[in-house]
């Protein structure tokens, strides 16, 4: 009996208890307890821990396409959407009517600076997976009837453009990866 008695000392249930909240398989357990791969979950059971990983090999992640590198200054709309078009192979994608982008803000202009002026309209031109095919889509999204400085009208659509679009398209049957590109308008 006493032989039974230190076995089970083996594992600790504290030490078990740590390794079932890092989420360690149960192979990784039994190697580093030396003790069999039943015996550690007999003691699972044991202790009415939870949290290990269920039987056969973890599932594989989803592979997204990685997003461009950010770059710190304006380049052409046109280069921009073609990067983006080579690595998600769009279906009838719709550029900006814009000659530059600010990749870092997502402000197209026709200068290399931020649009002057007063606006009351945001256009959003967003990356939408719908069927596992990839599509870049527009929006528009007013601000107020009366034209706003440029500063005002990009802080509110900066913090907010992801939740926005998130509630315009609730129940939509496709899925929005990113926002990609801001223009300002006068309607």
């Known amino acids: 009996?006493?032989?039974?008695?230190?076995?089970?000392?083996?594992?600790?249930?504290?030490?078990?208890?740590?390794?079932?909240?890092?989420?360690?398989?149960?192979?990784?357990?039994?190697?580093?307890?030396?003790?069999?791969?039943?015996?550690?979950?007999?003691?699972?059971?044991?202790?009415?821990?939870?949290?290990?990983?269920?039987r056969g090999r973890r599932p594989i992640?989803?592979?997204?396409?990685?997003?461009?590198?950010?770059?710190?200054?304006?380049?052409?709309?046109k280069e921009y959407f073609d990067k983006l078009d080579r690595r998600y192979h769009f279906v009838q994608p719709r550029y900006p009517p814009h000659k530059y982008i600010y990749p870092k803000t997502m402000v197209c202009s026709f200068r290399k600076s931020?649009?002057?002026?007063?606006?009351?309209?945001?256009?959003?031109?967003?990356?939408?997976?719908?069927?596992?095919?990839?599509?870049?889509?527009?929006?528009?999204?007013?601000?107020?009837?009366?034209?706003?400085?440029?500063?005002?009208i990009y802080r509110w659509i900066s913090q907010r453009v992801n939740e926005t679009l998130g509630e315009l398209y609730a129940r939509a049957s496709f899925s929005i990866e990113r926002p990609i590109a801001l223009t300002f308008l006068v309607e």
């Open 61 to 77: 992640a989803k592979r997204r396409p990685r997003f461009p590198k950010s770059v710190s200054e304006w380049v052409d709309v």
């Open 114 to 152: 931020n649009p002057k002026g007063k606006f009351t309209t945001v256009g959003i031109y967003f990356i939408v997976l719908e069927s596992a095919v990839y599509f870049l889509y527009y929006t528009r999204i007013r601000y107020s009837e009366k034209p706003v400085n440029f500063k005002e």
């Open 1 to 54: 009996m006493a032989h039974n008695k230190s076995r089970r000392d083996k594992i600790p249930k504290k030490e078990l208890a740590k390794f079932v909240r890092r989420g360690k398989t149960n192979r990784a357990l039994s190697r580093y307890s030396k003790v069999s791969l039943s015996t550690v979950k007999r003691r699972i059971r044991r202790y009415k821990l939870t949290g290990i990983w269920p």
